[in-house]
């Protein structure tokens, strides 16, 4: 049964931001049983220690890192270099690693990380590397791999469904709780027929320009429809995410978007992962997101069983 409910605390790092060198190492060890690459940089950029399944990817050294638009990606342009530039983590980039001997691409999920010394330099960055192989209708696009919606700049359907796939991998290796929300902009279509197409495309993308600004760094979220937006939550239970949403329904609820067209509003439904598979997850969730249109929108609506 359902329910509107009127800081949900941040997602565990990989691994601890001021990790010693042995710590790292035993990192590194743990990924290779999780068949994940991990390289880690000292803060000249250059390779300090990289596991067994990170030789394995880049079996040829030489080989061309491209981007998800199948563009050769440059040093500057590497995960690890912005981290050391910016000290800010990237996550969950899709990039191809191009063997030139073979010709053969392989597409990787990359995030990298900073690691700080005790005085708050920058010591390391890891930069994991998980093969997408493994998701067979991703493992013929040798050319690119898309990952972001054009409009409004969020993860596109694909590649969320792909991210809520991993999140649902390490939650059942874990037992670590992760929640889904799925929102959309209420009375889209009516929006759409009095001020146009255009108007539409313009809501849509700075509300997904919204969503990347208000979330927490490690939360997820794509475009899953035409005005529907995924949310994947990681390491946070239904309880406490939904007051991070209802505060961002109140955001977007109070945000002035244009002169003379009407307020813009957001429904959603929010549940928490309880061990089905991907689709009975969706299938929850949409549930959720049409009892919450049909109280009148504006609003949330979570499965009371999930408290």
Sequence with gaps: MPVDIPSSPPRLPLVDLRADDVEIGNYAALLDGLNIGLLVFTPTGSVHLRNT?????????????????????GI?????????????????????????ASGTCTWCKVSAFPVFADDGGLRRVLLTLAD??????????????????PLTEVFNRRYISLLLDDETRRARRYGTPFALALISIDD???LC???????????LGELGQLLGRSLREFDMVGRF????????????????AVIGLERLRELVDATHWREGEPRLTISGGVTEYGGEDVA???ERVQSLLIAARAAGGNRFCVDLEMF
């Excluded at 500057?76 to 030139?100: F, K, M």
């Excluded at 192989?133 to 990952?147: D, I, W």
């Excluded at 995924?230 to 406490?240: H, T």
């Design 53 to 73: 399944r990170a030789s394995a990817l880049l079996a040829d050294a030489s080989g061309v890192w491209q981007d998800e638009n199948g563009q050769p990606l």
């Design 76 to 100: 500057a342009g590497r995960p690890e270099t912005q981290v050391l530039q910016t000290r800010q983590a990237i996550l969950q980039r899709a990039i191809g690693i191009r063997n030139d």
């Design 132 to 149: 997408l192989s493994r998701y067979s209708p991703l493992a013929n696009e040798s050319r690119q791999l898309p990952t972001h919606d």
């Design 188 to 190: 889209f279509a009516v």
């Design 193 to 203: 027929a009095a001020n146009g197409s255009p108007a539409g495309e313009r809501v």
């Design 225 to 240: 429809g035409a005005d529907d937006f995924l949310l994947i939550l990681p390491n946070v239970r239904v309880s406490d």
């Design 280 to 282: 009975a997850l969706i």
